[in-house]
């Protein structure tokens, strides 16, 4: 009896990319980084009650250079953004970002000049979480979507085929303006 037996099909065919989305998704390390309120939930999440760590993500880095994962928890200030623009530019290839609360993806409810109406505008984002605050628990399964994103993350050549057709897409989208979502 071999190990292939043991082995689920396919397992040693696995793709270079989706061997190396494993390694990624298993060792990401968010910067140590919290703007407003919502950096007190996302601290929860280090503590053993959620408890991170099972992700290998306990080690939130002092240093943007050894940081992959940036969680914009709170609201951004026109003053802030600079700043979070150079942190986030001071972090490696690849790296991710969390837009953490209604105020860190639109602003919420501080529609007012002070406020950047969404860190997008600064940064990319890759998952937005609603909420104000949102749960350590809904943190979580935002970093557990993430996982499943990063997991997936073409490489080469395909990443270039994916990106341009995100951006088809992108194009081809129906305006926000247009959206009327129940009301339609
Ligand atoms: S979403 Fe709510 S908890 Fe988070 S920064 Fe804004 S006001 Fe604070």
Redesign the pocket.
């Known amino acids: 009896m071999g190990i292939e037996e043991k082995l689920p099909a396919g397992f040693l065919l696995s793709t270079v990319e989706q061997v190396a989305g494993y390694m990624r998704k298993s060792s990401v390390w968010p910067a140590t980084f919290g703007l407003?309120?919502?950096a007190i939930e996302m601290m929860a999440v280090g503590t053993p009650d959620y408890d991170i760590a099972r992700f290998g993500m306990e080690r939130f880095s002092a240093t943007p250079r050894q940081a992959d994962l940036m969680i914009v928890a709170?609201?951004v200030s026109q003053k802030m953004a600079p700043v979070v623009r150079q942190v986030y530019d001071q972090m490696p290839e690849p790296k991710w970002v969390i837009s953490m609360?209604?105020?860190a993806s639109s602003g919420?409810m501080f529609n007012n000049y002070a406020i950047v109406q969404g860190v997008d505008h600064v940064i990319p984002v890759d998952i937005y979480l609603p909420g104000?605050?949102p749960r350590p628990e809904m943190l979580l399964n935002a970093i557990l979507e993430l996982h499943k994103q990063i997991q997936n993350t073409k490489l080469g050549v395909n990443r270039v085929e994916a990106a341009r057709a995100a951006e088809q897409a992108a194009m081809a989208a129906t305006p926000t303006h247009q959206m009327k979502g129940l009301l339609a």
Do not use: I, L, Y
């Open positions: 407003a309120c919502c709170g609201r609360g209604v105020c919420g104000c605050p």
